[in-house]
């Protein structure tokens, strides 16, 4: 039996190339395994053949995925917003355009509607002037609308179908209190025309906590606390329905939410024990509700959250409030849970299909600029994810790794010029006002100019770190003169510290664990004093060639620091034959020391720092190709 | 004395397992139920029934101990922060067992996921979709096309079309 399994006992990796065997998969196997891969990997996968491409979008648009979270907070200076991607696991920001995000007297206030359109609008904000409505559900744009006719706080909102119905929170002196408009918000035109409907059953007049969910046609209704009356409204008929108490099956109920998806309406109870303010909360049970005449389907838990979470939910860090409401957001077959007052955790529920058991359950942390205090207001909403989303996430990432690079750049410039002890604080020196902000002009273009060439555009993201390229310059014209600043800045990025590791480091870690004999052997000889090459070890030969470098690149015949003193006519030479010895201290480091490396977790490093060596040393011609031929197949994988 | 059922691959082979590594089979335990102990499975090769029965032996042992549903949630909130659509193997012997279990070629993984589906062993499907998964996440489309040996069929034309639709996305490091 162990026969056959060692015959297969290949890794993936000896499987690149194939083997002339068919080992293509497609059809409904390939579509399971594209559903188990995150949504931003889907992009790549979509480009591999069409019937891959095909399998990812039916991916994208069938399947079962966790709705994204989105979340909005706005605090007195600032309003941001967020979203969750359950596959990959991570919160990203969301660009808000400055006009979503006013601030004053009459600033209009985000907040989430209940909306049955699954790619529609998961906020609206509202002043007195004015309504808008997100037009995606990221809230990144908006769309104004006219505002009801009645002045209103903390309305209940809720997209029905098309239709945008506003109840309640209406002025009770004005006899507004349960007052109810509907307007069409999709229809032509761009306007909105309110209609005046029937009024909020009684029980709901007075505002308390309500909780809403819509669904195609009705909007529902129901108090977060008890006796928790329930109602519902039909947009057709624009009139409510029968009122009542909900018998929620969990006597000890003390809050209750409601949400509509998959044609359901279901009703989140947290149930406990104690009275009054000893009241702690133990369980957490979704039942399913009869839409027509609101009952609740008691036999059936469709849901039942495990009890470290429901702990988890009412914690409130101290603060006595235990669970004082439920938050809960249901899409598809999926809901996520949370703690309205004291946000917190959230807690993504995935009911199984149908013949499966139960539900899974999964925490998401938070953000982190949730745990910053104090926050105003926040907006929570949940959408299933359409490859639209995905093109805000990614844009984040470009603009992620543009500055991490420009900032990794100029920080070792810094390091390399004042040392790394004194490097930070020279970079973010802010002088006092009324001294000149840069010493010398002429050279702070130069050395822009220089890393520029050298390490890429800033691009408008690096711009804000002109303040560190002002300091840089103003120290380093106080203490040694610019003209070896640029030179720095070259040694900085042509590969001379490549690898991560100072050249200590390097040489530490060649020499402590240089027991290998490598296949190419290397012998060095610099001309000088060693005029025959002599056979070296791997350490001493970085060592010689360490030296070597330093050397040269002070000789000012070959690497002038007169600015306007000509190049020798040899420079090229010069530079080819550095390259070149470089290139053994990579091959070495990849033939012997890349475990190493691995286990420093620096390998991404290394590997980005030797194609940028690569790519520059096949831009200018600077190696032979049988120089090259150790890490042949390791450069192919990146030039192709 | 434990019963046996046999099992008989698709190129004639038998193979005796116990029924209750049998019965990690879904259709296995239907078709028991109703008929006899002599099962044909003409889809699946010796050599790959083979695997299944060394991962169903292996199992065998945990299930039967099903774990409560208290107990299984927590271990659904103890795993790793990726929603996994498998049921999380609670016991990292086992877990670990399964990962050395996986590490074989593309060609073998997928005929035993399509024995295991023919089969419908839930947790074998499983646990092979998700390493196959795990060997697409984070790769480049060309790279994919090598892992898995599959060939680019796309016109120059609409593969520059899709490169401008997602340019964003496939900006290198």
Redesign the interface.
């Known amino acids: 039996m162990e026969m056959a399994r060692n015959c297969d006992r290949e890794t993936e990796e000896a499987e690149a190339g194939g083997g002339g065997r068919n080992s293509s998969i497609h059809g409904d196997v390939l579509e399971e395994v594209v559903s188990r891969v995150s949504a931003l990997d889907l992009l790549h996968v979509s480009r591999v053949s069409r019937g891959w491409r095909t399998a990812a979008i039916s991916s994208l648009l069938c399947r079962r995925r966790p709705p994204c979270l989105l979340l909005r907070l706005q605090s007195r200076r600032r309003a941001s917003a967020h979203v969750y991607d359950p596959i990959s696991g991570a919160w990203r920001d969301v660009p808000i355009p400055p006009e979503a995000s006013l601030h004053g007297l009459d600033a209009p206030r985000v907040a989430a509607l209940a909306s049955s359109l699954s790619g529609g609008p998961r906020f609206y904000a509202l002043s007195s002037s004015k309504l808008a409505l997100a037009a995606d559900p990221l809230g990144t744009a908006w769309r104004d609308l006219e505002p009801p006719r009645c002045w209103r706080t903390d309305p209940t909102v809720a997209l029905v179908g098309t239709r945008l119905v506003v109840a309640g929170g209406g002025c009770a002196l004005e006899g507004n209190a349960g007052s109810v408009e509907m307007c069409d918000a999709y229809g032509g035109g761009g306007g909105c025309w309110w209609e005046p409907c029937e009024a909020m059953p009684e029980a709901f007049r007075l505002s308390p906590a309500i909780s809403a969910a819509a669904s195609e046609r009705r909007l529902y209704v129901v108090e977060r606390q008890p006796p928790f009356g329930a109602s519902w409204f039909d947009t057709e008929t624009r009139r409510w329905g029968p009122t009542r108490s909900l018998s929620v099956p969990d006597p000890t109920a003390r809050h209750v939410a409601i949400g509509f998806s998959n044609g359901r309406l279901l009703l989140a109870a947290a149930g406990g024990s104690g009275m009054g303010w000893g009241w702690a909360a133990e369980s957490v049970r979704v039942w399913m509700v009869e839409e027509e005449t609101l009952e609740v389907a008691s036999e059936e838990v469709v849901a039942e959250m495990p009890r470290e979470m429901v702990a988890a939910l009412a914690e409130d860090g101290g603060g006595g409030w235990g669970l004082p409401s439920i938050g809960f957001l249901c899409e598809s077959d999926f809901a996520y849970f949370y703690n309205p007052v004291y946000l917190k955790e959230f807690f993504l529920c995935e009911q199984q299909a149908a013949g499966g058991s139960g539900c899974r359950w999964q925490r998401v942390e938070p953000p982190a600029c949730v745990e910053q205090r104090p926050i105003d207001k926040v907006a929570l909403g949940c959408c299933q994810n359409g490859s639209r989303l995905y093109k805000y996430l990614k844009k984040e990432d470009k603009v992620i790794r543009v500055l991490s690079l420009v900032l990794n750049r100029i920080e070792l410039i810094g390091n390399l010029i004042f040392g790394s002890d004194v490097a930070p604080l020279v970079l973010k020196t802010v002088r006092p006002s009324g001294q000149a902000l840069v010493d010398d002009w002429v050279c702070l273009k130069t050395v822009v100019q220089a890393f520029e060439l050298h390490c890429g555009s800033l691009t408008q993201y690096g711009m804000k770190y002109m303040r560190a390229f002002v300091n840089i310059c103003n120290e380093v014209s106080r203490r040694m003169g610019w003209k070896k600043l640029v030179v720095m800045s070259v040694e900085a990025t042509t590969q001379l510290s490549g690898v991560p590791l100072s050249m200590a480091t390097v040489h530490d870690l060649v020499s402590q664990n240089c027991t290998s004999s490598a296949m190419y052997e290397y012998r060095w000889a610099d001309g000088v004093q060693i005029k025959k090459p002599i056979e070296v070890s791997a350490p001493k030969y970085v060592e010689y060639l360490m030296e070597w470098i330093e050397v040269q690149l002070d000789d000012e015949s070959i690497f002038p620091q007169k600015l306007g003193t000509p190049f020798p006519a040899n420079f090229k030479d010069v530079v080819k034959t550095i390259f070149k010895r470089l290139f053994r201290v990579y091959a070495h480091i990849y033939h012997s020391h890349f475990q190493k490396i691995v286990s420093l977790k620096e390998e991404a490093h290394l590997n980005t720092c030797f194609k940028h060596f690569i790519l520059f040393t096949y831009e200018f011609g600077l190696i032979d190709k049988k120089e090259i031929a150790p890490l042949q197949e390791l450069i192919e994988s990146i030039v192709l | 004395m434990a019963k046996m059922i046999k099992l008989v691959s698709g190129d004639g082979a038998e193979f005796e397992v116990e029924e209750e590594v049998a019965f990690q089979s879904k259709i296995i335990k239907d078709i028991v139920a109703d008929a006899d102990d002599v099962i044909p499975l003409p889809t699946v090769s010796?050599?790959v029934l083979?695997?299944v029965i060394?991962y169903c032996r292996k199992h065998a042992a945990v299930n039967s101990f099903p774990l409560s549903?208290?107990s299984s949630?927590?271990a659904?909130?103890s795993s790793s922060?990726?929603?996994?659509?498998s049921k999380p193997v609670s016991d990292p012997a086992l877990r670990a067992w399964d990962n050395e279990f996986v590490?074989?070629?593309?060609?073998?993984l997928?005929d035993i996921?399509?024995a295991a589906?023919y089969l419908d062993i839930e947790e074998l499907?499983d646990l092979v979709?998700?390493t196959?998964?795990d060997?697409?996440?984070?790769?480049?489309?060309q790279e994919?096309?090598?892992?898995?040996?599959?060939?680019?069929?796309?016109t120059p034309e609409e593969?520059e079309a899709?490169?401008r639709e997602?340019s964003?996305?496939?900006?290198n490091?």
Do not use: H, M, T
């Not at chain 2, 922060?81 to 659509?85: E, K, L, P, Q, T």
């Not at chain 2, 964003?168 to 900006?171: G, H, L, S, T, V």
């Open positions: 010796s050599k083979i695997q060394e549903p208290s949630a927590a659904a909130a922060s990726s929603i996994s659509y590490k074989l070629n593309n060609s073998s997928f996921v399509i589906n499907v979709l998700e196959v998964a060997r697409i996440k984070g790769k480049q489309a994919i096309r090598r892992q898995f040996n599959i060939e680019n069929d796309f593969e899709l490169r997602n964003w996305a496939f900006q490091n």
